[in-house]
């Protein structure tokens, strides 16, 4: 063989080899690409995030249709809701810094909104005017207005309720 004919062959391995990792890179990248797209498109929403926007657009339009005729249009919750009524159970409490909602971590939010006070704190002889959601709102929709709900508090009381979330775990 010549000296040519070496070089030429030496040169088309080359070719072949960079080929192969173009190749590889660009598969490569296209992998990573596809999972980014893949985790964000299943991914359950689980969690109340108060400064995720999209959420928060949906929890804003859940509360409003759901939870305003009795926690307040300002969350700020039913007249006297620390007395009970003679109807039986009690009004409706603010969502707002003044109420107790804070004082719980998201699961346990969540469990109450999604399956009514009895289920949730599973005390059958509890007389509860909060309606259970669980067959009118998806997860993500309970999700999101609890994300609202927080997002409307101050700083310091999502701080605090971020601890009692992290105590929870
Ligand atoms: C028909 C009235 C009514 C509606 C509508 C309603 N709630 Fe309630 N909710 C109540 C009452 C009354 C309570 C007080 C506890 C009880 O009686 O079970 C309560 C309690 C709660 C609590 C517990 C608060 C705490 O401090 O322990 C959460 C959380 C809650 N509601 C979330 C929601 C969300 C979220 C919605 C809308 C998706 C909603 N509620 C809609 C009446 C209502």
Redesign the pocket.
Known sequence: MTGDGVKRRLAASLRKLIGIIVIGIVAAIALGVGVAFWRDGTEIVVGADSLNAEQLALGAM??TE??A???GADLEG?PN?QIPLPTG?????P?DET???W??PDEM?FR??KL??SEALDLDI??????A?RDT?SDKE?WA??AF?KSRWPETIRERQEQINQRNK
């Open positions: 859940v509360y759901n939870c005729s009795c926690h039913q809701w159970g009690f009004p409706a409490p969502h109420g107790h909602t004082h719980h939010l109450y909104t009514g006070a509890f007389e509860t005017n909060m309606p959601f709102l309970i207005s609890l709900i």
